[in-house]
């Protein structure tokens, strides 16, 4: 008897590991991580490098991180050179199939329609400029279209045998994706044009899709703390525009706009810039929910 489990049981643990083997993807943001888990489903295990409540444009690399790198079989990020800071940990982290080019690398941003890209001479003084524009995509729903696409084409080449399975968690998510874009638009259709301000240059896809209007910064250029001088001028700007709300991202200062909203009565509204930005907010479409529900309390 012990003899035949000897044969057996190698088989066994073989067979196991075949039936519940997953992807491991590694994941630059929540965001993302969320958009992975719905195309993936059972058949991936995601983590993301970075929190929802961290300023994506400052995340400072761990050891930890590149552990994750090592071990994954595909590599999600942002790209615009919002999340380069990724780039030397994968070097680090000597896994090949994260290389760009490779099969297991995937920039979500090819193929979204970008808004904000610079033209001419760029430099220092502009402040925090992205050469290849905005790359806040991921505050319009309909970026997710996109994004998942490219995650889909991703996956199935590492898992080519799960593709209609794959393929059909993108279709239900879509689906779902659509329902929900027009049910958020006609909770906010009452404030179509409204003119609001925001911190940092981080809502302009958000506010293209449900036409709200940017009257105005916090920061004078992006990465730029605000001036007395500019908040002064900003101050002036929200009397003669009547903007009534300001929004900013839970990791800013509150020191400005508290200024601003005193001397304006402009409300401040703190909102998430992404999935996992709040308690409870756990996934892209309860990021939506969130948003839009605060802005419509806030507005009223």
């Not at 039936?19 to 983590?47: H, I, N, P, Q």
């Not at 090592?70 to 940990?89: E, F, N, P, Q």
């Not at 994260?98 to 430099?123: A, H, N, Q, R, T």
Request: net charge positive; with cysteine; glycine share 6%.
């Amino acid at each position: 008897m012990r003899n035949i489990w000897i044969f057996i049981l190698p088989l066994f643990l073989s067979i196991n590991s075949t039936v519940f083997a997953t992807t491991k993807v590694v994941t630059t943001t929540e965001d993302l991580k969320s958009l992975v888990e719905y195309v993936g489903g059972d058949k991936v295990s995601v983590v993301s490098l970075s929190t929802g409540n961290q300023d994506i444009h400052q995340i400072e690399p761990r050891p930890s991180m590149v552990i994750k790198l090592r071990d994954a079989d595909m590599l999600v990020k942002i790209g615009m050179d919002l999340d380069m800071w990724v780039d030397s940990l994968v070097e680090t982290a000597r896994n090949s199939n994260l290389f760009y080019g490779k099969k297991g690398y995937c920039d979500v941003s090819v193929g979204v329609k970008k808004l904000e890209v610079p033209e001419g001479k760029i430099d220092a003084s502009m402040g925090d400029i992205h050469l290849y524009g905005n790359p806040h995509y991921l505050l319009s729903p309909e970026s997710a279209k996109v994004v998942t696409k490219n995650i889909l084409n991703t996956l199935v080449k590492i898992s080519p045998k799960d593709k209609e399975y794959f393929e059909k968690n993108r279709a239900d998510f879509l689906k779902k994706l659509d329902e929900k874009i027009l049910e958020w638009k006609e909770k906010i259709s009452r404030y179509k044009g409204t003119k609001i301000v925001t911190y940092h240059n981080s809502w302009p896809y958000f506010t293209n899709t449900f036409d709200l209007q940017i009257a105005g910064f916090v920061e004078p250029k992006p990465g730029i703390p605000p001036s007395p001088s500019h908040v002064a001028k900003l101050i002036e700007t929200i009397k003669q525009e009547e903007v009534r709300l300001i929004i900013v991202e839970s990791y800013f200062s509150l020191k400005a706009p508290d200024l601003i909203s005193r001397k304006t009565g402009a409300k401040v509204l703190l909102l998430p810039g992404q999935t996992g930005g709040v308690k409870g907010v756990n996934n892209y479409f309860k990021l939506f929910d969130y948003i839009i529900e605060k802005i419509e309390e806030t507005m009223k």
